[in-house]
């Protein structure tokens, strides 16, 4: 009885740095070089709108320049993206940079496709970890309006074991939307065909980065509502 009583306390005590892992800032973080950069940035100040997230966030500054350009060329905006970002990388990067430096009227997030398929993270961790970056936001900047977006789908084909995870973060993710500090959307819906499977021109071959098509789709979902949180 005894030695099954102290495997239960080893098994969970193992389990913990895992199970918390996603809600505690992480400095593992790679492309250093770029974080600096940004960090001082911000340091500038005259920020509007802060975008963060992984790679696929990061790819606005590559794959996505143009239409980057195209729909928030007129923006004061830092994107904090990083690419292998997960939720505790992203928790890093905010108390990482001087938040009292920049007063930002809008913030897009999207994070949480690296907790899956880098980390093995369930759906309930990856909702854990993009709700304490939630209230680090709103602690940092209370005035600011929040786009938090649904985890994009990856994979061809819907039978992908990720999509189910994915629909089930998504779920969980728009609970936190309240109609006044926070809102969701899934723009990743419309990367989609009417059968579920990816369409072949959003992604760059490996249906998860995405193409200037699919940055072209997410720009058009998301630059009515940011422009008319800046204005």
Same mark, same amino acid.
């Given at each position: 009885?005894?030695?099954?009583?102290?495997?239960?306390?080893?098994?969970?005590?193992?389990?913990?740095?895992?199970?918390?892992?996603?809600?505690?800032?992480?400095?593992?973080?790679?492309?250093?070089?770029?974080?600096?950069?940004?960090?001082?940035?911000?340091?500038?100040?005259?920020?509007?709108?802060?975008?963060?997230?992984?790679?696929?966030?990061?790819?606005?500054?590559?794959?996505?320049?143009?239409?980057?350009?195209?729909?928030?060329?007129?923006?004061?905006?830092? /994107?904090? #993206?990083?690419?292998?970002?997960?939720?505790?990388? $992203?928790?890093?990067?905010? +108390?990482? *940079?001087?938040? %009292?430096?920049?007063?930002?009227?809008?913030?897009?997030?999207?994070?949480?496709?690296? /907790?899956? #398929?880098?980390?093995?993270?369930?759906?309930?961790? $990856?909702?854990?970890?993009? +709700?304490? *970056?939630?209230? %680090?936001?709103?602690?940092?900047?209370?005035?600011?309006?929040?786009?938090?977006?649904?985890?994009?789908?990856?994979?061809?084909?819907?039978?992908?074991?990720?999509?189910?995870?994915?629909?089930? *973060?998504?779920?969980?993710?728009?609970?936190?939307?309240?109609?006044?500090?926070?809102?969701?959307?899934?723009?990743?819906?419309?990367?989609?065909?009417?059968?579920?499977?990816?369409?072949?021109?959003?992604?760059?071959?490996?249906?998860?980065?995405?193409?200037?098509?699919?940055?072209?789709?997410?720009?058009?979902?998301?630059?009515?509502?940011?422009?008319?949180?800046?204005?």
């Amino acid at each position: 009885m005894k030695t099954t009583f102290y495997a239960l306390i080893l098994a969970l005590f193992i389990s913990l740095p895992t199970a918390f892992a996603q809600t505690t800032a992480e400095p593992d973080i790679h492309h250093a070089d770029r974080f600096a950069q940004k960090a001082e940035i911000v340091k500038g100040g005259n920020i509007d709108v802060v975008f963060l997230g992984d790679s696929i966030t990061h790819f606005w500054d590559e794959a996505g320049k143009a239409e980057l350009e195209k729909y928030f060329g007129d923006l004061r905006l830092v /994107n904090l #993206g990083l690419g292998w970002n997960c939720t505790q990388h $992203v928790l890093w990067e905010l +108390e990482n *940079i001087d938040p %009292k430096a920049i007063s930002p009227k809008a913030v897009m997030i999207m994070i949480g496709t690296n /907790n899956i #398929g880098n980390k093995g993270h369930s759906a309930e961790q $990856v909702i854990a970890g993009n +709700e304490a *970056i939630l209230k %680090k936001v709103r602690a940092f900047w209370p005035d600011a309006k929040i786009l938090l977006l649904g985890v994009f789908p990856r994979g061809k084909e819907p039978t992908n074991p990720h999509r189910a995870t994915i629909k089930a *973060i998504n779920a969980g993710l728009e609970k936190f939307a309240d109609g006044e500090h926070i809102f969701f959307m899934n723009p990743g819906l419309v990367f989609l065909n009417p059968d579920g499977t990816m369409r072949d021109e959003i992604t760059r071959g490996d249906y998860l980065h995405l193409s200037p098509t699919g940055y072209d789709e997410w720009g058009k979902a998301v630059s009515p509502i940011l422009h008319e949180w800046v204005k």
